[in-house]
DNA sequence: GTGGTCTAGACCACG
DNA sequence: GTGGTCTAGACCACC
């Protein structure tokens, strides 16, 4: 499902990423559909697990995926496990708040940008 | 400098972030003033240099700090760094917020969360 | 006399080579006029004396300059430049040409490469 | 294992070279044997990691040891190293003649230069 | 079994 | 000497 290229200068962590969002992209890992796990990919790509491990949190720190821990690493979907995703939303706001305020942004500022997104269109949920 | 605990159950990357950002902010670490190198401060903490490889990474990727390899870790100067910082929780908190909406989270929760922040303590900026 | 740029994602040394070709080439720099030496240029720069040293090494090697012991860097003539860059190549080709013959290869198969580097394309010089 | 002579006037990095050299075409260190890590041969030598590094990259170059990031380098195997050693000689002929014919450099040129080393002392392989 | 964190230590690019 | 990437293998929390 993916080749790596040694003579490529980048590093392998980052041509992970570059596979995994290009199949997402185009709809070949359909929505909630299971990655292989970590150490399966490793052993598959004959490299260390902790290098897929990198790839993989970074996936899920652009939103491209999900990990559960115990249960595995599944690509992110619109519709449903609404739950899950929710948390997910509400524990990054949550952080991202916290260094808002310790940088100076006013709670003003935060609720614009908040307002921007939601009420385009005019749909205001 | 910095102290770790290890009866919290964050993880020690985590708390050297924490720390760091601290100091960043009350100005204890000036502007362009060098970080300790990676393999230093892990020697001064008894932990892995590639613990603290990997709180400088997010340092780096949330505006902190920069790095030049074969030269060091430093503080962004205070002049680029709010709007470096700001630029990057604004363009995140769209991001979330755009994901949130499609998840069917209310505004209202949102609010909520920012608010938790903003008013612990009482003191709302 | 050089500007670096830190945003550049090239490295330091591979700038000052750059430059330098530059001067050279524009004839800014005139034939058999003396470089800054090495740890001036490295003050003047407010970098590593070593990022000077390796970019100088490799100005000398590709023909451009040339460096006396205890004296400095100069720019190789003109009218030299072919003829240094051509002395290179000869030692060069002196050394590996030596290893080929304790390595068991015969002339036969060193012509061989030649041949097929000068008759690519049908022009033979 | 290795004993550096302060006295001997040819660098320090060319006279580890050429101990590995020995050590390895008198078969005493074996094939696919770990060589000791940079760091700590350096530390034995009580010289810089950069002039081993320096050493080892070389002794890859030459087709005597192959390195992989984040396990070690490695003594080539017998039987592939003469067949590596040649792709070198060949990548390196080509890379220079190429040089050679855009330098103006003639065919002809080139073949003496390999016909006094070929026709030393007589014996031409 | 899965993901997450951490240690120990390696080579590599750069200064 | 400094940051960056990677390997190997460990322990933990979760399911």
Known sequence: ??????KDRRPIYEQVIGKFQDLI????LKEDSQLPSVRNL????????????RAYSELERRGFIYSIKGKGSFV?????MKAAKQKRIYDDLQKL???AKVMGVTKKELLETIDEIYDERGDER
Chains 1, 2, 3, 4 share one sequence.
């Open 1 to 6: 499902m993916i080749i790596l290229d040694y």
């Open 25 to 28: 992209a185009c709809d070949v």
């Open 42 to 53: 490793a052993m598959d790509l004959s490299i260390n697990p902790n290098t897929i491990q």
């Open 76 to 80: 992110v979907e619109n519709s449903n």
């Open 97 to 99: 708040t916290k260094e």
